[in-house]
């Protein structure tokens, strides 16, 4: 599967951003999604997932009751829904998905998955 994100851009603290990942090659039913960020300096760090047929979330705990991912199989896209945007969320924004029929370690690690977008800056000025 191929991912193509995009919908990072600069916006003031409190503000919203919408970010697609959208999937290609192969249904985005297969997979489990998520999405990572990295800032400058630090490693990717995980920030939601969604199980592939959309019933549970995972959230860390940063960006809890703020951040929604969804999912849209008929579009093979993924979403992440960021409101009340902080300085703190600056980073390069990774969508990742990896394949129900071989699932391995925990979907918290980067190492976990089998698929990478390639990134979209979100920049969260104060």
């Known amino acids: ?5 995009s919908g990072g851009g600069l916006v ?7 970010l697609s990942c959208v999937a ?5 039913s297969s997979y489990e999604m998520a999405w ?3 800032a400058p300096g630090n490693e ?8 592939w047929n959309g ?4 959230y860390t705990d940063a960006v809890g009751g703020r951040f929604t991912i969804s999912r849209d199989d008929a ?3 993924v979403y992440l829904q960021m409101d009340a945007l902080k300085p703190d969320d600056t980073a390069v924004y990774y969508c990742a998905a990896r394949d129900t029929d071989s699932l391995r370690g925990s979907r918290y690690s980067p190492q976990s998955y089998d698929a990478w977008g390639q990134g ?3 920049t969260v000025s104060s």
Not at 1 to 5: D, F, R
């Open 55 to 58: 019933e549970m979330s995972f």
């Open 120 to 122: 979209t800056q979100v």
């Open 44 to 51: 990717h760090d995980f920030v939601a997932a969604i199980k």
């Open 12 to 18: 003031q603290v409190g503000g919203s951003l919408r």
């Open 1 to 5: 599967v191929q991912l193509q994100a």
């Open 36 to 38: 990572f960020r990295q």
């Open 24 to 28: 290609s090659g192969r249904p985005l």
């Open 75 to 77: 579009k093979n896209t």
